[in-house]
C-alpha cells in the first residue's frame, strides 16, 4: 500500500519569507504524486503534480516540487510566501492517478 | 468557478436516521467519483471509488452497507450514510473524474455531525 506522511501540521511564515512543507511517502512501486491546496471555505485545487520525466515540477503560482526518489521525499517550496498563500495544503500519492492517499495536511500561516 | 457540486455542505442529524449527500458534476461527465472521509487534523481517507452504472468499490474497512454509493448517472453520484451514529460524523469530500486524461475536480466538502 501506499502511504504519506507530512512532517509538519502547521507552519508559521512571514510574508515575503521562503516556505518548505515536508512530504515523504512510502510505496514499493512507481507512483504519482501531487500537492492540494484547499483555501478556506473551499474545495481542494491541484497544486502541481508528478507523473514522470524531470523531476521538479512547478505551479503557476510560483510552488514547486521536487521528487526525490532516493530519499520517497516530494518537497514543496516557494521562495516567497504571499499572505493569500494562507491554506491547508497536502500531500498525495496514487498508483493510478486518480485514487489518491493523501497525507493528513500542512496549514501554511502566512503572516504579515 | 466550481465544476462538482456537493450538497449539503453542512448537514446535522439525530442518531439513528440516514443522511445523503449528492455530488454532481456541472459541465462534464463523470465517470468515476471518489468519495472521502476526513476526521479532524487526519488525512482524507478514501472510502470509496464509483463508475457510473455499476456498483462501487470499497476500500478495506468501510462498510458498504452503512455508506451506500450510488452513481447512477454520469453528473450524480450520492453517499448515504444509513442509521448514522456519533462515530460517524466526520468531513466527507467527492471527486469526479471525466475520462483517463482529464483532471481530478473535488466538491467543496459535506460536514456531517451525528447527534
Not at chain 1, 28 to 53: C, D, E, M, T
Not at chain 1, 56 to 71: T, W
Not at chain 1, 79 to 89: C, F, L, N, Q
Amino acid at each position: 500500500a501506499q502511504s504519506v506522511t507530512q512532517l509538519d501540521s502547521q507552519v508559521p511564515v512571514f510574508e515575503e519569507a521562503p516556505v518548505e512543507l515536508r512530504c515523504n511517502y512510502s510505496s514499493s512501486v512507481s507512483v504519482y504524486l501531487f500537492w492540494y491546496v484547499q483555501y478556506p471555505n473551499q474545495g481542494l485545487q491541484l497544486l502541481l503534480k508528478y507523473l514522470s520525466g524531470s523531476t521538479l515540477v512547478k505551479s503557476i503560482n510560483g510552488f514547486e516540487a521536487e521528487f526525490n526518489k532516493s530519499q520517497t521525499s516530494f518537497h514543496l517550496r516557494k521562495p516567497s510566501v504571499h499572505i493569500s498563500d494562507t491554506a491547508e495544503y497536502f500531500c498525495a500519492v496514487s498508483l493510478s492517478g486518480y485514487a489518491l492517499n493523501f497525507g493528513k495536511g500542512t496549514s501554511l500561516l502566512v503572516t504579515p | 468557478g466550481a465544476v462538482v457540486s456537493q450538497h449539503p455542505s453542512r448537514v446535522i442529524c439525530k442518531s439513528g436516521t440516514s443522511v445523503k449527500i449528492e455530488c454532481r458534476s456541472l459541465d462534464f461527465q463523470a465517470t468515476t467519483m471518489f468519495w472521502y472521509r476526513q476526521f479532524p487534523k487526519q488525512s482524507l481517507m478514501l472510502m470509496a471509488t464509483s463508475n457510473e452504472g455499476s456498483k462501487a468499490t470499497y476500500e478495506q474497512g468501510v462498510e458498504k452497507d452503512k455508506f451506500l454509493i450510488n452513481h447512477a448517472s454520469l453528473t450524480l453520484s450520492t453517499l448515504t450514510v444509513t442509521s448514522a451514529h456519533p462515530e460517524d460524523s466526520s468531513f466527507y469530500i467527492c471527486s469526479a473524474l471525466g475520462g483517463a486524461n482529464s483532471p481530478l475536480h473535488f466538491g467543496n466538502g459535506t460536514r456531517l455531525t451525528v447527534t
